[in-house]
């Protein structure tokens, strides 16, 4: 990758996390996950890494000079990414660090507020069900990974 593209890249994530940033800080039910030291900036950036890991997703077209909230079906798509990836880290290395914890708490709490917005579109709605199916397994192997430690620790 030529220094141009590699620049390019990290100016699409920064723009990226920027609107992640605005679109989330609009719900009060997602900056109730935010009371320790990582904040919604670090958990945005996290996100957006994650949606650039494997280059430019297709998908993903924002406007640069635009600086409003995303549309939900650009938000669920990052959410989706970033949640498959991580959920893929919790299997094959089991520990996550607290931003990577906080990214799937906001993928949550966001699919909450937006669940009915969600069903209205059949694409977002298989992601809906996808990001569900995920959080259903993230919390059995979490609660199993918290039980197992706790044993050994009494």
């Known amino acids: 990758m030529s220094f141009v593209q ?3 890249l990290q100016w699409s994530k920064s723009i990226l996390s920027n609107r ?3 679109s989330f800080s609009q719900h009060v039910g997602i900056l ?3 009371d320790g030291a990582t904040n919604l900036n670090t958990v945005t ?7 650039f890991s494997e280059g430019n997703p297709v998908w993903l077209n924002i406007d640069e000079d635009d600086e409003s909230v995303l549309p939900s079906n650009i938000i669920a798509n990052c959410l989706f990414e970033s949640v498959r990836l991580i959920f893929i880290r919790v299997l094959t290395r089991g520990n996550l660090s607290q931003a990577e914890h906080l990214v799937i708490s906001v993928a949550m709490q966001w699919c909450e507020i937006h669940q009915v917005e969600l069903k209205n579109d059949e694409y977002s709605l298989k992601i809906y069900h996808l990001m569900k199916k995920i959080f259903s397994e993230y919390t059995v192997i979490n609660t199993n990974y918290r039980s197992r ?3 050994m620790i009494t």
């Open 20 to 22: 992640l940033y605005l």
């Open 32 to 34: 109730e996950c935010f």
């Open 45 to 51: 950036n996290v996100m957006s890494a994650l949606v």
């Open 149 to 151: 430690n706790s044993n």
């Open 6 to 8: 590699s620049l390019s």
